[in-house]
């Protein structure tokens, strides 16, 4: 995507390494990623089950986030197909919006893409999607040898060219050595302060989801504040006091009173 004026680019987002954190969070939908915008969020990432919701969301983030960098993830183990493919989704993405895509794929497929020119978001340490290798979800780099393996993993994807590092639940003392050592920005999550910048899901933030992990932090819960509202207005539409004759609309009596002639002409009863 060629970025408007106004709007943080990849060049932009990595010389941001070592002046100030980066903020990252995740949107599926347009008022959240407007939200994100305005308190100055950099970086949102969305995504789809497929290309055509990836495509539909990317399409809705945009336009809610013009000024934002906006992250796509590819649908989980397509860009493992071949380099082709990875290749063909990022340019689906690129074409709806997105200035970079999270492909979820080993570094040399992240090599092939970036040849072609895509940024590429990548990630270390704990990484869900192939969690099963390493026992389920856990951290990721507690001995010198899984942390030895963080920083291999995180070098050979900047070499691939990667735009940018996310890494997950590393030790903040790890992932700050590791951080130091690279050139692109390393983002963490749940990696502690020595990273270039944070990643919170905008679900853990307002308290939108269901069990908060240890590394996230809730700021607003948004869940109670919503089955409140609801509730209120259930009790106002049973009591009666919502509708107000300030919701309602009018019409002219002379319009009322043709619309029930009309009515009366038809046969209506009431």
Known sequence: MIPKRGQLTIHGMQ???????????????????????????????????NYESMVA???????AAPRALIDAGLPAHLPLISDEEAIRGAV??????????????????????????????????????????????RAFGKTSE???????????????????????????????EIAKRLRIPVIAIGSGAGCDGQHMY???????????????????DFYKE????????????????FPTRKNLLDIKNEEFESFMKGLQAAGGTG
Not at 163 to 173: I, N, W
Not at 211 to 217: D, G, L, N, S, Y
Not at 226 to 241: L, P, Q, R, W, Y
């Open 146 to 176: 899984e942390a030895l393996k963080v920083y291999q993993d995180a070098l050979a994807y900047q070499e691939a060219g990667a735009a940018l590092l996310e890494m997950e639940l590393v030790p903040d003392r790890v992932a700050a």
């Open 202 to 220: 905008s679900s853990d933030i307002l308290g939108t989801a269901g069990r908060i992990p240890r590394h996230a932090k809730k700021y607003r």
């Open 92 to 137: 689906m993405a690129m074409r709806a919006g997105a200035d970079m895509v999270y492909p979820g794929a080993p570094p040399e497929r992240v090599a092939a893409m970036a040849k072609q020119g895509i940024p590429c978001h990548c990630h270390v340490g704990l990484v869900p999607m192939v969690s099963t290798w390493i026992g389920g979800i």
């Open 57 to 63: 969301k990317i399409k809705e983030v945009r336009r």
């Open 15 to 49: 010389q941001l390494k070592g002046k100030r954190q980066i903020i990252m969070t995740a949107a599926l939908d347009y008022w959240t990623a407007a939200a994100a915008q305005e308190a100055g969020v950099d970086i949102i990432i969305t995504w789809g089950e």
């Open 226 to 241: 919503a089955v409140a509202a609801f509730k209120e207005f259930k009790g106002e539409v049973d009591s009666g006091a």
